[in-house]
C-alpha cells in the first residue's frame, strides 16, 4: 500500500539559508499534519492543512509558512534558518479532518543546520 | 507545558512476557488517544487507539487501556517479542484532530 512519501530524506543546509520540505499524502487523503521532533524529544505539532486549507496551527514559528496544494501534497518553507532548527520534520496524512481519525505518518525528513 | 507524560523513558522486558507501558495525561478535552511505534530513521507507525467512550480497546497482541477519571492509560504487550523492541509513543487528541504526543518510552524485548 502507497505509504506517506517526504523529501528530501536528509538536508543540510546553514544557518540563514532556507529549505523546503515536501510531503506527498496517501492517495485520497485530504489532510496533512507537520511535526517537528527535536534530539531527543516527542513529535511536536506545528501546523496542518485541510482541503488546501490552513486546519490548526501549532507551535511554528514565524520563519516558517506551508501550504498544500490542489494534488494536496504540502510544502513546509523555512527561512533564515537557526541552529535549534534542526530536527526531524514529519509530515501525517489523514482522510477527513476529524479528532478520531488515524494519522498515517511519513518517513520524516531530517533537516541539519550548521 | 508537558499535557502527556510518558514517565517510564525505558523498559526492559523478557520475551514471552507482559509489557506495560504507562501514558498520563493532563488536558480534560483530550477525547481520543493513540499508541504509536517507532523504529530509528522512521516515522511513527499506528498501534492501537481508544476513543474516551471506552476503557478498553484490544488488537491481537496489544491492548489498550483508559482510565478517564484518572487520566491515565496504559498499552499492554503480551507475549513480548523481540520485533517489538522500539519507542512508543501515547499521543492524544481531541476535535482539533492535531497529535499530542509523550515523550516515548524505549522498549527492549530480551531474549
Known amino acids: 500500500a502507497a505509504g506517506v512519501i517526504q523529501s528530501p530524506r536528509h538536508l543540510i543546509k546553514e544557518k540563514r539559508e532556507t529549505a523546503t520540505l515536501k510531503c506527498y499524502p496517501i492517495?485520497?487523503?485530504?489532510?496533512v499534519y507537520w511535526y517537528q521532533q527535536g534530539p531527543g524529544q516527542d513529535p511536536q505539532f506545528l501546523i496542518s492543512?485541510?482541503?488546501?486549507?490552513?486546519?490548526d496551527k501549532g507551535s511554528i514559528p514565524d520563519r516558517f509558512s506551508a501550504q498544500q496544494f490542489s494534488d494536496y501534497h504540502s510544502e513546509l518553507n523555512m527561512s533564515s534558518l537557526e541552529l535549534g532548527d534542526s530536527a526531524l520534520y514529519f509530515c501525517?496524512?489523514?482522510?477527513?479532518?476529524?479528532?478520531?481519525?488515524?494519522?498515517?505518518f511519513g518517513p520524516g525528513t531530517r533537516l541539519t543546520v550548521t | 507545558d508537558q499535557q502527556v507524560k510518558q514517565n517510564s523513558p525505558s523498559l526492559s522486558v523478557q520475551e514471552g512476557r507482559i509489557s506495560i507501558l504507562n501514558c498520563d495525561y493532563t488536558?480534560?478535552?483530550?477525547?481520543?488517544f493513540l499508541w504509536y511505534k517507532k523504529y530509528p530513521a522512521e516515522g511513527p507507525t499506528f498501534l492501537i487507539s481508544?476513543?474516551?467512550?471506552?476503557d478498553k480497546n484490544e488488537d491481537g497482541r496489544f491492548t489498550v487501556f483508559l482510565n478517564k477519571s484518572a487520566k491515565h492509560l496504559s498499552l499492554h504487550i503480551v507475549p513480548s517479542q523481540p520485533g517489538d523492541s522500539a519507542v512508543y509513543f501515547c499521543?492524544?487528541?481531541?476535535?482539533?484532530?492535531?497529535?499530542?504526543f509523550g515523550t516515548g518510552t524505549r522498549l527492549q524485548v530480551t531474549l
Open positions: 501525517a496524512s489523514s482522510l477527513g479532518l476529524n479528532g478520531a481519525t488515524q494519522q498515517y
Open positions: 492517495p485520497r487523503h485530504d489532510t
Open positions: 492543512f485541510y482541503e488546501k486549507m490552513q486546519s
Open positions: 488536558n480534560s478535552m483530550f477525547d481520543y
Open positions: 481508544i476513543s474516551s467512550i471506552k
Open positions: 499521543a492524544a487528541t481531541g476535535t482539533a484532530s492535531k497529535l499530542t
